[in-house]
């Protein structure tokens, strides 16, 4: 591509990802989405167990079982002119890092909040995250199909527990079996409730906003109030400005029910207006890669084993932030300095795939690795090294030891652990006195998955014996002295050979540091 075609193919990404608490209803709209985009024909609910209408981007068995998800998906497609790139994110707490990891991969994002329940504790640390990047941020009100709370008092929660102002794009007439319809401000019209099979769905508003005296909507006294609430919101609201949206200091909100697909459609028309291009991406130097720099440029954000377990893959997901992608293409890993050709690379349908010859600045694609990737990791193409900034991680806090049930699969379990451990869920510590194997996480339910994927896609039962809660605190070689671990304070070795203690709690790491006022001890990973 020329630097025109470049900019131009550049200009219609728009690359999100979907937050929420468990149970909003993230991967449903995600499921609609993908059903306007053309790549399914029917949108499966995560609950369908005994249909097997699963959610198209819960692909994992666990997933399937337990009806969540567990891990990140990226599905793209066209829709409206535009090349759309979704990041499907796990609701819940126990899998905070990979969607944070996520979210530095995202230019913009996407909040689902339950009508019925408003901000809860997974929405607003994911919103933190967000705000702190300054991601701009889209708010779906989902659930209208159930009674839920006030409109009014949800956007009031918003802005006093989120500190961010709103801007309602539309508003409910009605909730539960008396949804009657949307009043769609900012398209100037109401969006009616499934009325395709009894003519228009969508009635124009006059110039005072109001719809035609002759339509029976208008004698609803739901509808009348209605009206007395947008004229409250337009004398006391948040005027509409599009730099604050840019800023992530106000988000557009919009109510619907994703799983009856009502006000979906138009949310995801509207969302693309404001939605924006790709964004500069910060390296270590503090240079800024334009996404038009002809140069390619991307980092690893995700690593996902056994996508298809059949085979046994393992896929390093990319962010691309500048140039042009070509399958073929030559490029440096910064890690290592080593050069290496992009032969064999895919873009993503949830469960499906296709081969990519290329893609530009906002697009995320998959690149099979046969181990050479880590999660953080830039490529780059040309003679400028690029370096990008470091994605978070998390220390663990929850520890377990792990040891195969079977000692004649051996081979399997050890396979299993290591490609689970790069994937970065789980951490990985040796004991420096016994070599045994112990697990480090931020959730209990990492572990669960950590153990049905290694009965599951490695044929290794595992047995698992809890540490509980620990602190872990690294140690420089340098000043280390092994008859310094204790039963309070286990000394182990992490992936990279690094020496660090488990410390029973914080008395038992204060008494270590009274004890030896000369070690430094630091919690990094």
Request: hydrophobic residues 35%; aromatic residues 10%; negative net charge.
């Amino acid at each position: 591509m020329n630097t025109t075609e470049l900019k131009a193919a550049v200009d219609k990404r728009r690359t999100f990802a979907i937050i929420s608490h468990p149970d909003a209803g993230k991967t449903t709209i995600t499921e609609q989405m993908l059903l306007f985009g053309g790549v399914v024909r029917q949108a499966g609910t995560v609950k369908a167990r005994k249909s097997g209408n699963f959610a198209k981007s819960d692909w994992m068995e666990i997933e399937k079982k337990r009806g969540i998800s567990v891990t990140s998906s990226v599905m793209q497609f066209d829709y409206d002119g535009k090349r759309i790139n979704i990041l499907d994110t796990p609701g819940h707490e126990d899998f905070s890092e990979d969607t944070y990891r996520t979210l530095m991969a995202v230019d913009s994002a996407i909040m689902v909040i339950d009508s019925a329940k408003g901000i809860e504790p997974q929405t607003k640390k994911l919103f933190q995250i967000c705000k702190m990047r300054g991601i701009p941020i889209f708010t779906f009100m989902n659930k209208l199909d159930r009674d839920g709370r006030e409109p009014l008092d949800l956007l009031n929660e918003v802005e006093e527990v989120l500190g961010i102002e709103t801007y309602p794009m539309n508003w409910p007439i009605g909730m539960g079996k008396g949804l009657k319809g949307l009043y769609d401000r900012y398209n100037h019209r109401v969006e009616l409730y499934h009325n395709e099979a009894h003519g228009e769905t969508f009635l124009p508003l006059d110039d005072e906003g109001k719809l035609d005296p002759s339509n029976d909507l208008t004698k609803d006294s739901i509808y009348r109030d209605v009206l007395d609430e947008m004229e409250l919101i337009e004398e006391a609201g948040n005027d509409f400005d599009e730099a604050k949206i840019t800023s992530g200091d106000l988000t557009p909100v919009f109510f619907g029910s994703a799983l009856t697909n009502f006000g979906v459609e138009t949310f995801l028309k509207t969302y693309l207006n404001y939605a924006p291009k790709p964004n500069v991406h910060k390296t270590r130097d503090d240079e800024l890669i334009k996404p038009t720099d002809e140069e390619f440029t991307g980092f690893v954000f995700k690593i996902q084993a056994n996508m298809n377990p059949n085979h046994r893959d393992r896929i390093a997901f990319v962010r691309i932030c500048s140039g042009e992608f070509d399958r073929g293409m030559d490029v440096y890993l910064q890690r290592t300095g080593k050069k290496m050709r992009l032969n064999n690379s895919t873009q993503f349908m949830a469960d499906t795939r296709e081969t990519v010859e290329t893609a530009v600045a906002g697009d995320i694609v998959g690149l099979y690795d046969t181990g050479n990737f880590q999660i953080g990791d830039t490529i780059y193409a040309g003679k400028h090294a690029v370096q990008f900034e470091k994605l978070p991680q998390f220390t663990p806090e929850l520890f377990m030891r792990v040891n195969a049930k079977n000692v004649m699969k051996q081979k399997s379990f050890h396979k299993g652990i290591e490609q689970l451990v790069q994937e970065g869920a789980v951490q990985l510590y040796t004991s420096y006195s016994t070599g045994d194997y112990i697990l480090g996480a931020v959730g209990q339910l990492q572990f669960e998955v950590f153990k049905f994927r290694m009965q599951n896609e490695y044929n290794s039962e595992v047995v698992m014996e809890p540490m509980g809660n620990k602190t872990a605190r690294w140690i420089d070689p340098e000043q280390l002295d092994e008859k310094m671990s204790s039963s309070r304070n286990l000394l182990v070795k992490d992936r990279n050979g690094e020496p660090l203690f488990l410390f029973e709690n914080a008395f038992a790491e204060r008494w270590f540091q009274e004890k030896y006022p000369d070690v430094k001890l630091t919690a990094k990973l």
